[in-house]
C-alpha cells in the first residue's frame, strides 16, 4: 500500500523535523503578553517559510492582533482545512521550570522520551505533527492528497478576539468540506481518539442584596434577611437528592448515547477509580447511574465556581452584610439552548427571592455544545488510519471543556 | 426632699463639669495603638487628680497592658462598683471628622447640643457624669451615700485582656453589693431605661473539604462534589421555614418573657417599621411571631457573617474548588449553654458531609447571654431615681449584642 512509503519517509525525516519543531519552539511567541508582539510575528514568518518551502501558497495575514497565516495547496479531491496555534501561554512561575521555557530540551522521563519548552505540546507541537505528514506525503508522491487550506492563528492563548471577525471577512476563502483541529487534549497516551463532542458554557454571575447597608449582627441578627443565607438556599436548591439539576426545563436539548458510542466509550477500559483517587475521592458525586466519563462528555453540569459575602480575613467580625455573590456556570451537550437556560435559571432564582431581598445578574459567556456528525464517511476513514497507525481501536470521544 | 439641692448643685456645676469634660477628651488615649500608650497613661492620671481632688482614696495600678484606675469611699451603706473606660477607638479615617477628633467642640445640631470629640460618648462623657454626681452630693452633703468603688480601665477598646486577670487577683477589693456599668447604648435618646440582659455570643468558622485539590470543572464538573454546595447545603438548612433554628437542642434555656417585661417592652412603643425601614427593609425576617424588639433583645440568632470559595475576583474561572468556608456566629440568651451549642452544631454539620467531604472548625469565642436578677430592691430604687429625673418611666431593656 503507497502510504507505507510516506510513513517511511515520516520516521527517516524524524531528526530533520525535530530541529525545525524545536526551531519554532524556541520562538517566545507569547501571545497575551504585548512585548512579545514581534516574536509572535516572527512566528507567524517563521510558518510562512517553512510552509513556502513546501510548495505551499501561504501568506501572513494582518488582524488587529497578530496575524493569521493562511495557505491554500492541492486542486481536487475534498476540501479539508487544518486549524492551530502559533502563540503560547505565558510562561511565569518560572522557578517551576527546571529549563529555559524557549530553551526546549529533549528528555528520558518515565513516560518516554519528551520535548519539554513552552509550546511543544500546545500547539506548536501537533501542528508541525500535520505539516510533516504533508512534507513526507509531497516528498514521496511529488503532488498533495486532497485540497488542503492551512488556518493557523496566534491569539488562541488570549482568547482569539481577532478569529470569528476573520472567519466572517474570509467566509468564501476558509469554508471547506471538513476541518481537522489539533488543540484537545489526549484522552489517554496509548490510546487513539477523535474528539467529536465538546460541552458549551455558560456563565452568570449573581448577587443578593437584602439589607441597604451592612448591619451589626447583634442589632439586626435574625431580623433582617441575611443574604448568604438567601444565596445558599439558592444553591442548595439547584440539584436534587439524585444530583440532577432542577431549573425547569435544564434537559431539554441533552441527547442519551447512542449504543454505537456506549459501547465505543465502553472499550476505552476508562479507569474510573483512578480517575477519583487522583483527586482524593472515592465515589462520584453527580448523576446516579451515569459513569464518570459519561458526565464528563455527555451530560450537563451546574457548578458554583465562587462564592463570598460578608467578613472573609482572619478572625471575626459580626457583620450581617449587605449582599452575598455567586459565580455559577453550566456545562452544556446536545442542543440545549445556554439564552434559554439562562433565562429559566434567573427566573428560578428571582421566584425564590424572600421579601426585601433582590438580586442582580451579570452574564459571562454563553456557548451551546459541539458536535459533529460523524456518520461523514470522512470520520470512519479518520479512525481508520488512526486505528491502523497505532494498531489499537480509535475511539469517538468527547471533550468536558476547553 | 434633700435630693433637689443636689440635683441643682449638679445645673449650676454644669459649665465646670463640661470643662472638665472636655479637658479628659483632649488626651488621646487609643489603647490599641502603642503609639499613645503614654496618652492612656496620661488619661489615667488625670482620673486619679480628680477623683483624688474629690476625696476619693485612688491609685493607677499597672497590668500587663494600660493601667486600671480603682478608688474607694464610704465606709456604710450597701457597696456599689461604678465601672467605665478611658480609652478611645482610632480615629481614622480622618476625613471624615469635620474637627480634630481631639478638639472637642460643643455644637447645636437637629438632635440638640452635642459634644463632638472621640470618646464623648464611649466611655468618658458616661464615665464623667457619675463623678459629676457624686462631686455635687460631696459638696452638699459632705460625706458619700454609700460605699463606692471605681473601677476604671484602659483597654475596654482593645478586648479588655487584663480585665479579668486584674478581677481575680484582686476579687477581694472588687466584690461589692451591685455593678453599675456606664457602657451600653442608649436605647432610644427621650426614653430612660437599664440594660439588665446582654445576649452572648459564640463563633464558629467551618471549612469544608471535597476533593484534594482545585479542578477543572470542564474536567470534573458533575462528578467531583463541589464544596460551595455542601456548604450552601448545610447553611440552608440552619433554619426552618418558620425562622427558628434548626441545631438539636439549640433553645433549651431560652426564656419566654416575663409578662412584667413584656408590658415594659410594649409600653416603649418602639417603632419597628421605622427600625426595618432605616436598613431598606419592609418585613422582619426572623423567627414568626415575634416583634422585632423581642428578637434583639430576648431571642437567639444563628447568622452566616462570612463566606468564601473559589474564584472571586473579576470575570470567570471556572475551578471546582477543593475548599469553601464560613463564618457562623450565635447569639444566645437566657441560660443556653454555648459549650452544648457548639458540639450540637458540629455534630449537625458532621452528619450531613456526602461521601469524600471532610470539615473542620475553629472556634471564635464562647460566652452566655448576662441577665441580672432585677428583683434586687436596687434595681426599682435605681429605675424610680432615673424616671423620676426623665419624668419618664424607665424599663428594663436588653442589648442585642456588644
Known amino acids: ?13 524524524l531528526p530533520a523535523a525535530t530541529e525545525r519543531l524545536l526551531d519554532l519552539l524556541r520562538i517566545p511567541s507569547i501571545s497575551t503578553d504585548p512585548a512579545y508582539k514581534a516574536d509572535c510575528d516572527r512566528a507567524a514568518d517563521w510558518l510562512v517559510r517553512d510552509l513556502s518551502e513546501l510548495g505551499v501558497e501561504v501568506s501572513k495575514r494582518p488582524t488587529p492582533g497578530h496575524p493569521m497565516v493562511v495557505g491554500h495547496v492541492g486542486d481536487s479531491g475534498p476540501h479539508l482545512l487544518f486549524y492551530g496555534h502559533y502563540d503560547v501561554q505565558p510562561v511565569d512561575p518560572l522557578d517551576l521550570w527546571d529549563n529555559d521555557p ?26 508541525m505533527t500535520f505539516v510533516e505528514a504533508l512534507r513526507a ?25 481577532s478569529l470569528v471577525p476573520f472567519m466572517k471577512e474570509n467566509a468564501d476563502e476558509l469554508k471547506t468540506d471538513i476541518a481537522l483541529i489539533c488543540d484537545t487534549g489526549l484522552f489517554e497516551s496509548r490510546t487513539p481518539a477523535i474528539v467529536t463532542m465538546l460541552r458549551g458554557l455558560l456563565g452568570e ?35 436534587d437528592e439524585t444530583g440532577r439539576i432542577t431549573i425547569p426545563g435544564f434537559y431539554d436539548g441533552v441527547p442519551e448515547l447512542s449504543d454505537e458510542l456506549e459501547a465505543q466509550w465502553q472499550g476505552l477500559a476508562f479507569n474510573h477509580q483512578k480517575f477519583l483517587e487522583d483527586v482524593g475521592l472515592s465515589e462520584p458525586a453527580g448523576e446516579q447511574d451515569r459513569t464518570p466519563l459519561e458526565m464528563i ?17 482572619d478572625g471575626f467580625k459580626t457583620v450581617l452584610p449587605s ?8 456545562r452544556l451537550v446536545g442542543t440545549q439552548d445556554p439564552l434559554a437556560i439562562r433565562e429559566n435559571f434567573r427566573a428560578m432564582v428571582s421566584e425564590m427571592l424572600p421579601p426585601d431581598c433582590e438580586v442582580s445578574f451579570a452574564p459571562h459567556g454563553a456557548s451551546g455544545a459541539s458536535g459533529a456528525d460523524f456518520s461523514d464517511p470522512m470520520f470512519e476513514a479518520a479512525r481508520k488510519a488512526l486505528s491502523d497507525e497505532w494498531n489499537i481501536p480509535a475511539a469517538y470521544i468527547g471533550c468536558g471543556g476547553s
Not at 500500500?1 to 525525516?13: C, E, F
Not at 528528555?107 to 518516554?112: V, Y
Request: glycine content about 12%; proline content about 6%.
Open 137 to 161: 506525503w509531497k516528498n514521496v508522491k511529488g503532488d498533495w492528497p486532497c485540497r488542503i487550506t492551512f488556518f493557523l492563528e496566534g491569539e488562541e492563548e488570549s482568547g482569539s478576539p
Open 297 to 313: 462528555w455527555s451530560r450537563p453540569t451546574c457548578e458554583v465556581n465562587g462564592i463570598w459575602g460578608g467578613y472573609t480575613g
Open 323 to 330: 449582599r452575598a455573590h455567586a459565580k455559577i456556570s453550566f
Open 102 to 127: 524557549f530553551d526546549p530540551q529533549i528528555e528520558e522521563t518515565p513516560k518516554g522520551t519528551v520535548i519539554r519548552g513552552r509550546g511543544s505540546s500546545d500547539d506548536k507541537g501537533q501542528l
Open 205 to 239: 454571575e449573581l448577587t443578593i442584596t437584602g439589607p441597604s447597608l451592612d448591619l451589626h449582627s447583634g442589632m439586626y441578627g435574625g431580623i433582617a434577611m441575611n443574604p448568604i443565607r438567601v444565596l445558599s438556599q439558592i444553591i442548595a436548591s439547584l440539584h
Open 1 to 13: 500500500m503507497s502510504l507505507d512509503a510516506v510513513l517511511a519517509r515520516i520516521d527517516d525525516d
